[in-house]
C-alpha cells in the first residue's frame, strides 16, 4: 500500500468519526433549539440554532468519507509520480493528517461558536420574556467559551499552515534530518 492509499484510508476513517461525533451533538443542539422555541414562538431561529452547530461537522464528515481522493490530491499535491512509504512518504502522511486535524478543528470550532452565540440569544430570550431584573450581557462562562473558540480557531489555522514545519521539527528532534 503505498502513502496515497493509506492517507485516502485515514481520511475516510476520520470522516466517519465526524460524522458520528456530529450525530452526538443533535441531542445537545436540538435542545437549545427546543427551548429558544418555546420561549420565542420562532421557528426559523430555532432550527437555525439546531442545525448550525450539526451540519458544519457533518458536512466535513461526508466531504471526508465520500471523496478521500479529492481531499487526499489537495493535500499532497507534489508527489504525484512518487509511489511507496519511505521517510519522505511518512513525513507526507503525517503532514496530511496535521492538516485534516487542523481542517476538522476549525469545523468544530464553527459548530461550536453556533452554538455558543445561540445560547447567549437563549440567555437574552429568558431574561426578557420573564422580566427578571436585568442580568449581564455576557455570563463570563459563556465569554469564556468564545474566547476558546477563537483560540482554538486561530491554533487550527496556524496548523494548518504550519503542518509541514512542525513534521520537520519532529524529524530534527528525532535526529531524521531531511535533505531537501
Not at 440554532?49 to 479529492?70: N, Q, W
Not at 503525517?94 to 445561540?118: C, N, Q, R
Not at 437563549?122 to 467559551?145: C, N, R, T, W
Amino acid at each position: 500500500m503505498d502513502y496515497r492509499s493509506l492517507t485516502k484510508l485515514l481520511t475516510k476513517i476520520g470522516g466517519l468519526f465526524v460524522i458520528l461525533f456530529a450525530l452526538s451533538q443533535l441531542s445537545s443542539s436540538f435542545g437549545v433549539a427546543y427551548q429558544l422555541y418555546s420561549k420565542q414562538q420562532d421557528l426559523l431561529s430555532a432550527l437555525i440554532v439546531g442545525a448550525v452547530p450539526v451540519l458544519f461537522p457533518l458536512a466535513l464528515g461526508l466531504v471526508l468519507f465520500y471523496f478521500p481522493g479529492v481531499v487526499t490530491n489537495r493535500l499532497l499535491q507534489s508527489d504525484l509520480e512518487r509511489n511507496g512509504i519511505d521517510e519522505k512518504s511518512i513525513a507526507r502522511v503525517e503532514e496530511a493528517g496535521l492538516a485534516l486535524l487542523a481542517i476538522y478543528i476549525v469545523v468544530h470550532s464553527f459548530g461550536d461558536a453556533a452554538y455558543w452565540i445561540s445560547r447567549i440569544k437563549l440567555y437574552h430570550v429568558f431574561i426578557e420574556s420573564e422580566k427578571m431584573m436585568p442580568g449581564p450581557p455576557l455570563l463570563p462562562g459563556d465569554f469564556a467559551q468564545l474566547v476558546a473558540v477563537a483560540a482554538q480557531v486561530v491554533l487550527a489555522i496556524a496548523l494548518f499552515f504550519g503542518a509541514s514545519g512542525l513534521v520537520r521539527m519532529k524529524d530534527k528532534l528525532r535526529g531524521r534530518i531531511d535533505n531537501q
